[in-house]
T-cell receptor, first 112, second 109 residues
Framework: DTAVSQTPKYLVTQMGNDKSIKCEQN?????MYWYKQDSKKFLKIMFS???????INETVPNRFSPKSPDKAHLNLHINSLELGDSAVYFC???????????FGQGTRLTVV | KQEVTQIPAALSVPEGENLVLNCSFTDSAIYNLQWFRQDPGKGLTSLLLIQSSQREQTSGRLNASLDKSSGRSTLYIAASQPGDSATYLC????????FGTGTRLQVFP
């Protein structure tokens, strides 16, 4: 069973479109994250959800919006996609107090 | 503000060598440190998690050490193999995980 799964794995879309990336975890963790990996492979936190509440919102454009229908899901919705949004996006989950984070396989987003 | 750096940025070695990857962090008040592996085009795989009360953790040919007072962690890979080729990332928790920039390792036959 996959612990953290995200779909789709690859996403190619045109500028200006709206798209969503889905993430699900079956570990019973109480915190989920979205990370963006830039061209230099550096991972930056975008959002974190703990018990369905947004607890971290880094300085990302408001075109990006996380949506958590329940504790096991944290979806990332992106409006009006731009070329600079092209990157790999990783979903992760962890349990407060345990520290170890588990990551999805990543979604490679290409905006053309 | 916690900052995490890794050296070297890239490493290319023949198989069989023993390797040392370094991770440094500026704020020693961490409660654990985690090492990850990332294969090209794939996600992150957690390799080792060291709690702040531990000095090292071992998994197979991997050994990670932690020296909080000096703000350093080392990942030691014994008898490297071509299958070890990947990018290795260390990360420390703050209110989120803070990642280093990674070491890209290539082990050639």
């Amino acid at each position: 069973d996959t612990a953290v799964s995200q779909t789709p794995k690859y996403l190619v879309t045109q500028m200006g479109n709206d798209k969503s990336i889905k993430c699900e975890q079956n570990l019973g963790h109480d915190t989920m994250y979205w990370y963006k990996q830039d061209s230099k492979k550096f991972l930056k936190i975008m959002f974190s959800y703990n018990n369905k509440e947004l607890i971290i919102n880094e300085t990302v454009p408001n075109r990006f919006s996380p949506k958590s229908p329940d504790k096991a899901h944290l979806n990332l919705h992106i409006n009006s996609l731009e070329l600079g949004d092209s990157a790999v996006y990783f979903c992760a989950s962890s349990q407060v107090g345990q520290g170890q984070a588990f990551f999805g396989q990543g979604t490679r987003l290409t905006v053309v | 503000k916690q900052e995490v750096t890794q050296i070297p940025a890239a490493l290319s070695v023949p198989e069989g060598e023993n390797l040392v990857l370094n991770c440094s962090f500026t704020d020693s008040a961490i409660y654990n440190l985690q090492w990850f592996r990332q294969d090209p085009g794939k996600g992150l795989t957690s390799l080792l998690l060291i709690q702040s009360s531990q000095r090292e953790q071992t998994s197979g040919r991997l050994n990670a050490s932690l020296d909080k007072s000096s703000g350093r962690s080392t990942l030691y890979i014994a008898a490297s193999q071509p299958g070890d080729s990947a990018t290795y990332l260390c990360a420390v928790p703050d209110d989120k995980l803070i990642f280093g920039t990674g070491t890209r390792l290539q082990v050639f036959p």
